[in-house]
């Protein structure tokens, strides 16, 4: 299960690769093979958000899935398309200009779950040593696939977060939380009951915030 939560980070990182190494190789551009008018629409949206510090990379993923998934029916995809491209802005905004590309995709994929921008606001990025990517992925997980309430897993690595939690902490509430509802503990309480279980935190003072490192 675990393996699975992170796929799809793994899976952008090789198709990123690839696409750039067929590129170099001179292979033929996947996007291509659209009509003229839909090629011209989805490169200027790539475009845009790279010119606007966007993942460029990553919306032009979303093409290429698209292309696979639809037979290159370029209105479907230049829709999603255009909805992801709105997720990213939204992600970027919450996020805070500190955030990296791989951070920015990875709250377009909590409001994807869900999550509403203000909710991801408060996993901010305020500094350089420290990543929302893992509780954000672990918290998108507990609602899209555990079937969490949305409310009650915000509040609660909302808090965790605040509370300047590591990651390890995250990767520990996750994989209990993961283990109770698989044994058939209901959802919601078994993150009340893992959260009630976890030892008093104080909030740390922020130069031992600044040292909680990515990873």
Known sequence: MKSRLFASLVMLCL??????????????????KFDIQSLRLIRNLIDSARLENLPGGAL???????????KYDGK?????LREYYKALEQSRAALGP???????????SV?????????????????????????LTYLADLIDKHNV????AI???????????????????????????LGGVNPRAALQSRMK???????????????????
Do not use: C, H, Y
């Open 76 to 80: 479907k995809v230049l829709t999603v």
């Open 149 to 152: 309430p949305r409310a009650d």
């Open 15 to 32: 198709a990123l690769t690839s696409a750039g190494a067929q590129q170099q190789a001179g292979t033929p551009d996947p996007l291509s």
């Open 98 to 108: 500190l955030a990296s590309d791989e951070e920015i995709e990875t709250g377009a």
């Open 60 to 70: 032009r993923l979303k093409a290429i899935e698209g292309a696979n998934k639809t």
């Open 197 to 215: 279980s976890l030892p008093p935190r104080a909030k740390p003072p922020a130069d031992q915030v600044m040292e909680n490192p990515r990873s």
């Open 155 to 181: 509040e609660a690595f909302g808090k965790l977060w605040k509370d300047g939690a590591a990651d390890t902490d995250f990767d520990g509430l996750w994989r209990l939380v993961d283990q109770d509802i």
């Open 111 to 135: 409001l994807a779950a869900g999550v509403n921008a203000e909710d991801l606001a408060k996993f901010r990025v305020t500094s350089p040593t420290r990543s929302p990517m893992r509780p």
